[in-house]
């Protein structure tokens, strides 16, 4: 839950300082519709690393669950689980094995 509320802050607040610096236009013509292959290199990179991060996230998820389903039933059910699972090898392989 606290994930949640503080990516709904992060998400307001980057919204927030796109609208009060007026930049909403900028951001879609210079860097969004770009095909200057520098700047698509760094959104690129970006991404990349953002998704870096996900898949850490998902791989340290998953090894507490490991840890602490030794002696009872951990912290997530099974199906949610087998989901952190697959998000994870979709999001190495896809992101960081292509980047």
Known sequence: MGAAVFMA???LSVVGTLTYTKRWKWLWSEWLTSVDHKKIGVMYIIVAVLMLLRGFADAVMMR????????GPGYLPPHHYDQIFTAHGVIMIFFMAMA
């Open 9 to 11: 802050l992060v998400a």
């Open 64 to 71: 507490l669950q490991l840890a602490l389903a030794y002696n």
